[in-house]
């Protein structure tokens, strides 16, 4: 069913918002670090598994680094950091609630996670990346909710906003985004979603805000050369 990996996701930012406002004090800080680490994997292997579904290589290194230039010259990644920070001192004085909502909003809704995941979704796939999603965002909250409070729950309203409104668009586009489209972008958002693993399991940290748009000049790049 459409949205159904959203709707995972919204509840699981809610279940992990209420735990982590009346008990996430409880679970020690090496038990969450652990947990992360085993979620760092999984999402490393999703990504794998997406990017090596590819059969034009050639294509993800051509998005990849196309996009990375459009995304360093664009400065997607301190944009989006400097966002953060303008709204965090924005209501910087209107107690930890509104803290909470902003924080966890913007960590929810920014990433490749987000896009690929509501694509997927939307193209009537199994929402396999939204679910991994949900997981790490229902541990995220609990320990965001056990400091910032209850306005972490609220967060699951811009998700709901965003990753639906993804999906919606994902299902009007489908006349463009054939099976050779999707297959490459999949490819290149599962290497995207493949560094996002490596973050979490303290490998090494990628600049992947900067790399965000080459998930869409991969389909550009399919239809240009008549791969479609």
Known sequence: MILTGTIVNVAAICAGALVGRYAGRIA?????????????????????????????????????????VIGEIVQIEARLERFGQWMQGRFAG???????????????????????????????????????KAALDGIASIALASTLGIGVLFSALPVALYQGGITLAAVSARAMLTEPVVLEMNAVGGLLIAAIGLDLIGIKRLPV??????????????????LA
């Open 209 to 226: 805000g900067n790399m965000l748009p080459s998930v869409f000049v991969a389909v550009g790049l399919v239809w240009i050369f008549g």
């Open 94 to 132: 209107a107690g930890n609630s509104a803290e909470g909502f902003v924080a966890a909003s913007l960590l929810y809704c920014v990433g490749a996670m987000a896009i690929m995941g509501s694509l997927q979704d939307g193209l009537g796939g199994k929402p396999a990346i939204l679910y991994a």
């Open 28 to 68: 020690p800080s090496r038990m969450r670090q652990t947990v992360m680490a085993g979620l760092g994997l999984t999402v490393l292997l999703i990504g794998l598994q997406l990017a090596l579904k590819s059969r034009q290589p050639m294509i993800v290194i051509g998005s990849l680094l196309l996009g990375g």
